[in-house]
């Protein structure tokens, strides 16, 4: 059975910075790509960072380029987002998928195709 769980989310004041963290059991971590995707409050869900299982190839949205870094363990299982100079509009439920779509990772998007999904942690900047 997958299992995907998110931890780090929090409160905290723009500009400062939040990590996130996704654990992944039940499948072969090194094996797959991994992502991070959001959802904020009457908006539709979006691809934030999505990474292939080397961690060479990553994609970012434009919204998060230059302040958001995605980065692995593949001998921890471990997925991370260090989301630095926080915006309120960075306010989201943010959720981990694993096993996304490679293809179009490569292709440039960042899209969960049929992955697994953890359960979500919550970010909130504020103002």
């Known amino acids: 059975q997958v299992q995907v769980v998110e931890s780090g989310g929090g409160l905290v004041q723009a500009g400062e910075s939040l990590r996130l963290t996704c654990t992944v059991s039940?499948?072969?971590?090194?094996?797959?790509?991994m992502g991070w995707f959001r959802q904020a409050p009457g908006k539709e869900r979006e691809g934030v960072s999505c990474?292939?299982?080397?961690?060479?190839?990553?994609y970012y949205a434009d919204s998060v380029k230059g302040r958001f870094t995605i980065s692995r363990d593949n001998v921890k299982n471990t997925l991370y987002l260090e989301m630095n100079s926080l915006k309120p509009e960075d306010t989201a439920m943010y959720y981990c998928?694993?096993?996304?779509?490679?293809?179009?990772?490569?292709?440039?998007?960042?899209?969960?195709?049929?992955?697994?999904w953890g359960k979500g942690t919550l970010v909130t900047i504020s103002s």
């Open positions: 998928a694993a096993g996304i779509a490679s293809s179009t990772l490569y292709a440039g998007r960042c899209d969960a195709g049929t992955a697994y």
């Open positions: 990474i292939n299982w080397s961690g060479r190839t990553t």
């Open positions: 039940g499948l072969t971590f090194a094996n797959v790509a």
